[in-house]
């Protein structure tokens, strides 16, 4: 177990922005888990838990603790069940199902972050979401110390949300997540750009392997390394309307994009309508939105937490001036 104090969170956050907390602890084991919980339960601290840092944005320095997960392995189960360490790297367990001839994570490719995580966001790409895979969750209560499996359902997963967003935030230290995965491959092409992006290559019926690495190429193509320019890839969730108000919008813009949600609902691009307001490639500052895809804000160099939030309030003011709708981040500001 790492515990450190004073510690950077730099390395932790793919914005780039340098920002420190009183106490850093990376547990690497079940026990330490339970360990962890006891330092949380009896310290008086406020403390928050992250994972990679691919969906963290800070704003100031932290005078807490910080949490986060180094658990690693994997194994496969009950024939077609992954289970995975929640410190292990999502895209590197996606390439392992692939590998070992499961599928159903392949649209999930190159989507930064952790397992556990995958857990808290439901992460989601391309027509797939975590929760169409996730079988279940274990994790330590930090109240009690107690071991707790949590199945899909009692997570009530939905758009970008679970239970560990909502009611059971910072309650606990999510260890393993089991994945439900198929010997079937049956791929799915028709959000996005996939199918046209296989036929530009020759490619009507892709294997697992070609449609991972369709996908992998095609978010290469429009996202920014963090490596390179500081980000935490799509900013803002895509909002989700009524029937009514999508038809009232389509009356005005004759080809938007959108995906049907059920009968009475439809999701519209927030990267579309930022667009459509003028802000791609345009910035406040050091903090910009990205040139080839208006959903991502980036650090330009030297930008604070600060700045990309007031980037981040200035698109919304427009985006609901413009079209009526409020956009919120997918991002988690601390």
């Known amino acids: 177990m790492r515990d450190i104090y004073d510690y950077s969170l730099r390395a932790h956050n793919t914005f780039g922005i340098e920002a420190r907390c009183r106490r850093f602890i990376e547990f690497e084991t079940e026990e330490e888990a339970v360990e962890v919980a006891r330092i949380l339960r009896t310290s008086g601290c406020p403390y928050i838990i992250i994972g990679g840092g691919s969906n963290l944005l800070l704003t100031h320095d932290f005078d807490g603790i910080v949490v986060r997960s180094a658990i690693k392995g994997h194994c496969f189960e009950d024939g077609n069940r ?98 439900q995965l198929s010997w079937i491959f049956e791929p799915h092409l028709d959000y996005g750009n996939i199918r046209q992006e296989l036929e530009r290559r020759g490619i009507t019926s892709p294997t697992a392997q070609q449609l991972r690495q369709t996908i992998i190429d095609i978010r290469n193509a429009k996202l920014p390394d963090p490596q390179v320019t500081g980000n935490a890839g799509s900013f803002f969730m895509n909002p ?93 500001i601390v």
Request: net charge negative; hydrophobic share 40%; charged share 25%.
């Open 82 to 179: 992954m289970v995975c360490g929640s410190g292990e790297t999502w895209d590197d367990m996606v390439a392992v199902s692939l590998e070992a001839g499961y599928y159903g994570m392949e649209n999930l490719s190159l989507i930064p972050g952790d397992v556990g995580a995958s857990a808290v966001q439901n992460i989601g790409a391309y027509g797939v979401e975590a929760k169409d895979l996730i079988l279940c969750v274990e994790a330590i209560e930090i109240a009690t110390g107690k071991p707790c499996k949590f199945s899909n359902e009692a997570c009530e997963y939905g758009y970008r949300q679970s239970r560990f967003k909502q009611a059971w935030k910072d309650k606990y230290l999510i260890t393993r997540v089991t994945y």
């Open 240 to 332: 989700v309307v009524s029937r009514d108000k999508y038809e009232q919008l389509a009356a005005q813009y004759e080809n938007m994009p959108h995906y049907m949600i059920d009968a009475d609902h439809e999701k519209i691009p927030a990267g579309w309508m930022i667009d459509q307001c003028g802000w791609k490639g345009r910035n406040l500052g050091r903090a910009g939105v990205h040139e080839k895809q208006a959903l991502v804000l980036v650090n330009l160099g030297g930008a604070t937490g600060q700045e990309i939030v007031d980037l981040c309030h200035a698109i919304q003011h427009d985006v609901k001036e413009r079209f009526g709708i409020d956009i919120y981040p997918e991002v988690n």
